[in-house]
């Protein structure tokens, strides 16, 4: 597509949109008496309007029933969790069997590699992105030292090669080639939260399996923002949290994966709880624990219902939309964004000043771009915010901006650059 840095143009597109109307149905904070730009959905996703009638709903379910809210519930909250599991498994990719929503993030991501970090004398070390989020790399220095290995020689990092920021396909291969008779376990995130590029999850997984490793994901910035297909790729586990793009909010409850084939081997170890003990027999509260063959078996707790609620109002909008329809907007959204950026950045370099340096790699991202602005310091960020744009800053130079296809406009892009540009301006 031609696309054109005016107003006009981003008016037309969004005119032709199929998905602008779900805008409206988001809450936008605002700024000056405007709704905000706002590009942190993968930080925090908008507050969808419903959020809070499904909530209400289980407020006044629990005044009007008590503890029968378990039961006679319009929902039920005994079987709450079930109420979204088949919308998020559409979503990721899977069958309903192989996710579970419980928990939060790191928390899924400890609890699945007890079952799934099993190391031995041979085979101990972790593959990982340098420079993962730091709570994945707290969980894996601390699962390698709990098994009592030491973590620079358990841990191996793939880092981008010198000068640049993103990771070689090729150079993870290569790590997983060269330590393929003692890796045990293959952990990186779907997405980087950092650049914004995206890992070949199918690749890696074959190439892992073939190294005799077991493949987990982080799908934080990957849920809700990727075409993913973790059953069909072979992955063994997965985490993701619904507060980024799956617009649950803040600390809302995360979601779990583990595949089909790993259901029926009860002999995995795990820490275990009574949610994820047999339903039928549940109550009879015997000491032997039956477990579910399916991914509920790692459930521990009863479900945080309010949590719950305010995660089914966002995946019941997901499920209207469908993540062909998103993703489909999300290549034009972000390609558009790219535009615009590259358009200022060449008048700026025209001027004498520093480019707007796009690091994340084009074939392998979703809808955040990472901008390096050189010779712009966090300054620029903390314009942007002054004006009405809300981007994120990551240490130590990158801003990224996530527009997000459920929410965001061309005409939000459009106002971005305009923002941008007389910041730039003004110097
Ligand atoms: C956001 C994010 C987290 C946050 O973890 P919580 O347990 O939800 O606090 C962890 N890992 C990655 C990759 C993230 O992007």
């Known amino acids: 597509m031609n696309f054109q840095n005016t107003l006009d143009f981003a008016k037309q597109l969004d005119q032709a949109d199929k998905l602008h109307a779900y805008r409206d149905r988001f809450l936008f904070p605002a700024h000056n008496n405007r709704e905000v730009v706002y590009f942190t959905g993968n930080s925090l996703g908008l507050q969808p309007k419903a959020t809070q009638s499904y909530i209400q709903e289980e407020l006044n379910d629990w005044a009007k029933f008590g503890v029968e809210g378990h039961v006679l519930a319009k929902h039920p909250w005994m079987p709450y969790h079930e109420f979204l599991t088949e919308k998020m498994a559409k979503i990721v990719g899977a069958k309903s069997s192989e996710v579970v929503m419980m928990n939060q993030l790191t928390v899924n991501l400890h609890l699945l590699m007890v079952s799934f970090y099993r190391p031995t004398k041979q085979r101990y070390k972790i593959l990982c992105e340098a420079k993962a989020f730091p709570s994945d790399q ?52 779907g997405v980087n939260y950092f650049s914004g590029q995206v890992f070949d999850m199918k690749g890696i997984t074959e190439a892992g399996h073939k190294a005799g490793a077991v493949v987990g994901f982080d799908l934080a910035h990957g849920a809700g923002n990727l075409k993913l297909n973790l059953h069909d790729w072979g992955v063994d586990f997965a985490a993701w949290c619904s507060y980024k793009y799956l617009n649950s909010g803040p600390g809302s409850v995360a979601g779990a994966f583990v595949h089909e084939k790993h259901h029926a081997n009860t002999d995995l170890p795990l820490f275990a709880g009574w949610w994820g003990h047999d339903k039928e027999t549940r109550f009879l509260m015997d000491k032997t624990f039956v477990p579910i063959k399916t991914a509920e078996r790692w459930q521990l707790s009863n479900a945080p219902i309010f949590a719950m609620a305010a995660c089914r109002a966002a995946l019941d909008m997901f499920d209207e939309v469908g993540m062909d329809a998103l993703i489909a907007k999300s290549k034009t959204l972000t390609a558009y964004l790219e535009f615009v950026v590259k358009e200022i950045s060449a008048k700026e370099v025209a001027a004498g000043r520093g480019a707007l340096e796009i690091i994340t790699p084009s074939e392998h991202r979703g809808c955040q771009l990472s901008i390096v602005a050189h010779g712009q310091g966090k300054a620029l960020y903390n314009k942007l915010i002054e004006n009405g744009v809300i981007p994120d800053w990551r240490e130590p130079n990158v801003i990224r901006c996530a527009p997000v296809p459920m929410y965001n406009s061309y005409e939000d892009i459009y106002r971005f650059g305009e923002i941008l540009s007389e910041i730039l301006h003004k110097g």
């Open 138 to 189: 707290y969980a894996l220095q601390s699962q390698v030292k709990f098994h009592g290995y030491s973590i620079d020689d358990a841990l191996i990092e793939v880092f981008p090669r010198e000068g640049e920021y993103c990771l070689r396909h090729e150079d993870i291969y290569e790590a997983i080639e060269k330590h393929k008779d003692s890796l045990a376990l293959i952990m990186i995130g």
